[in-house]
T-cell receptor
Framework: DAGITQSPRHKVTETGTPVTLRCHQT?????MYWYRQDPGHGLRLIHYSYGVKDTDKGEVSDGYSVSRSKTEDFLLTLESATSSQTSVYFC???????????FGEGSWLTVV | GNSVTQMEGPVTLSEEAFLTINCTYTATGYPSLFWYVQYPGEGLQLLLK?????DKGSNKGFEATYRKETTSFHLEKGSVQVSDSAVYFCALSRGSGGGADGLTFGKGTHLIIQP
């Protein structure tokens, strides 16, 4: 299994507070991704990174920011959490995107 | 942009039955295509892939063929087991970079195999 660790795995937070989710990899893969999974929507891409300090938006990036200061870590920040951001968040990594991405175990976030 | 449509289910089959989960896509260019599987409480696992027309991806008895003429990538297995019960996602690369800028996923198909 690919070495991907997401933290925290579960979090409950209040509306309006900032939240940061961390994705840590030990595979030295260039590409990293954040998705959210919601019932009836499958997975949707939030942001992705194609190298250190190189990031770009996905299809549902509003209200989220990311940072990648080193190869192994990709941080997702909810600047001011809202109830609509209650979701399961998955990090994925890839060395060669045409060969697929490898997913972490997910972070369950509840915004109350 | 690229999009994926897959049958949503739930799909309920008896053990040893033949499985087909349909997946069709809309894309410009030549996307890479993938099937992922998700077991309860876990992340997604790459099941198989195909990167060009007529490629057949296969793994653990599952197969899917990249059909450009019908824009389809249907998942098949000849004889399912209870352990195959899971949610299956069809996905394709968002742009022309083979997935470098991420994947677009279908909504998932919940498969239930009864003994």
């Amino acid at each position: 299994d690919a070495g991907i660790t997401q933290s925290p795995r579960h979090k409950v937070t209040e509306t309006g507070t900032p939240v940061t989710l961390r994705c840590h990899q030990t595979e030295n893969h260039r590409y990293m991704y954040w998705y959210r999974q919601d019932p009836g929507h499958g997975l949707r891409l939030i942001h992705y990174s194609y190298g250190v300090k190189d990031t770009d938006k996905g299809e549902v990036s509003d209200g989220y920011s990311v940072s990648r200061s080193k190869t192994e870590d990709f941080l997702l920040t909810l600047e001011s959490a809202t109830s609509s951001q209650t979701s399961v968040y998955f990090c994925a990594i890839s060395e060669s995107p045409p060969n697929g991405q490898y997913f972490g175990e997910g972070s369950w976030l509840t915004v109350v | 942009g690229n999009s994926v449509t897959q049958m949503e289910g739930p799909v309920t089959l008896s053990e040893e039955a033949f499985l087909t989960i349909n997946c069709t896509y809309t894309a410009t260019g030549y996307p890479s295509l993938f099937w992922y599987v998700q077991y309860p409480g876990e992340g997604l696992q790459l099941l198989l892939k195909a990167t060009k027309a007529d490629d057949k991806g296969s793994n653990k008895g599952f197969e899917a063929t990249y059909r450009k003429e019908t824009t389809s990538f249907h998942l098949e297995k000849g004889s399912v087991q209870v352990s195959d019960s899971a949610v299956y996602f069809c996905a394709l690369s968002r742009g022309s970079g083979g997935g470098a800028d991420g994947l677009t996923f279908g909504k998932g198909t919940h498969l239930i195999i009864q003994p």
